[in-house]
């Protein structure tokens, strides 16, 4: 009585009424299921675009920033100097690594593949590309892996990353899916979206040698993708011809 009489004495405003409630537990599930955010298509190749040429001057900057430290230091008798490359090994390098229309691998008369090497401004900006799309790939693996159930083995993650997460990030499925079932993944797209319209006026090798950058950030998306899954596998982007882009994925052993 004492209770009943406690509640009927009260304010209203201190009864706890059942719209009060409702509206909590509405507002509740709005903040843990919120309305997905729409965006204009081309905004993601704007943004690549922008992305690679300031962190390519941000590349420059901080790689010629840590040659001039190291030569402070070679001054000052703390660090040792590189020994020189020889003229003969420079001139092999020179002759090795001769431009043709491949980014990654450039096939010589004798048969073998050869590979243009980055610079170090370049390496820099490639990291940075890649760290990007680490963190890009796993928060999109999570969302559209929120409702799915469990992988059963490698190959169902594989096909997640050729079918979903192609589709989310550039809007089709992977052309080509190959593999030797001993750990390595070859995953083609004859159209690439990040490097289909890119082009240079010096002409089609030098329009390959810079779709370098522009697949390092999805080489990235792919990787964040398998480690958010468990898996931590090495991603190796290939250009033979524009727009054709095929990544080669290496797991570990025993994944």
Not at 212 to 238: C, D, F, H, N, T
Request: glycine share 6%.
């Amino acid at each position: 009585m004492t209770a009943r009489n406690s509640f009927q004495g009260a304010p209203a405003s201190m009864i706890p009424s059942s719209s009060s409630s409702s509206s909590t537990a509405a507002s509740g599930l709005a903040l843990a299921d919120a309305a997905p955010r729409q965006m204009d298509g081309p905004v993601m190749d704007y943004f690549l675009i922008e992305v690679v040429n300031v962190l390519a001057d941000s590349s420059k900057f901080a790689t010629s920033r840590v040659k001039k430290i190291e030569q402070e230091m070679i001054e000052a008798g703390l660090m040792s100097a590189s020994p020189p490359v020889p003229a003969k090994k420079e001139k092999e390098k020179e002759k090795e690594y001769n431009v043709r229309d491949s980014t990654t691998s450039l096939t010589s008369q004798k048969g073998t593949v050869k590979a243009e090497p980055l610079t170090d401004e370049e390496e820099a900006q490639r990291l940075r590309l890649e760290a990007i799309g680490l963190h890009v790939g796993a928060n999109i693996c999570e969302r559209l892996c929120r409702d799915r159930p469990l992988f059963t083995d490698t190959l169902d993650m594989i096909k997640f990353i050729c079918k979903d997460l192609w589709v989310a990030c550039w809007d089709k499925q992977v052309d080509n899916l190959r593999t030797n079932h001993r750990g390595v993944y070859v995953l083609q797209d004859n159209s690439f979206k990040p490097i289909s319209r890119l082009s240079s006026w010096e002409g089609r090798a030098d329009a390959t040698k810079r779709a370098r950058m522009y697949v390092a950030m999805p080489a990235g998306i792919i990787k964040g993708a398998l480690s958010r899954l468990g898996i931590q596998g090495v991603v190796v982007p290939e250009i033979s011809s524009l727009p054709q882009c095929t990544f080669q994925i290496k797991l570990p052993k025993g994944s």
